[in-house]
């Protein structure tokens, strides 16, 4: 069964930035279009980038020109570059493919102070 584990969160002042991890088992970056997830406290779980398996990006608008996902196959991870992080960026965040096929990780906390 594939697993999915987040790493790199933490507690950051705003404008500050952070790096996310996500590692999984098999080769699942290079057959599945990939993504990260948020989800704050009181709400629901949202798509904040994907990548897909042609390296092709999409971001939500509210990270747009803040945040860069990227992937590396060889070593079966993805990451979530975050710049200029707002207190609104605060919420645990999950990496998943686009259709959330696998069962979620534990994901990883950010905090970003004001």
């Known amino acids: 069964q594939v697993q999915l584990v987040e790493s790199g969160g933490g507690l950051v002042q705003a404008g500050g930035s952070l790096r996310l991890s996500c590692a999984g088992s098999g080769s699942i970056f290079s057959i599945y279009g990939m993504a990260w997830y948020r989800q704050a406290p009181g709400k629901q779980r949202e798509l904040v980038a994907g990548i897909s398996t042609g390296g092709t990006t999409n971001y939500a608008d509210s990270v747009k020109g803040r945040f860069t996902i990227s992937r590396d196959n060889a070593k079966n991870t993805m990451y979530l570059q975050m710049n200029s992080l707002k207190p609104e960026d605060t919420a645990v965040y999950y990496c998943?493919?686009?259709?959330?096929?696998?069962?979620w990780g534990q994901g990883t906390q950010v905090t970003v102070s004001s």
């Open positions: 998943n493919t686009r259709s959330s096929r696998f069962p």
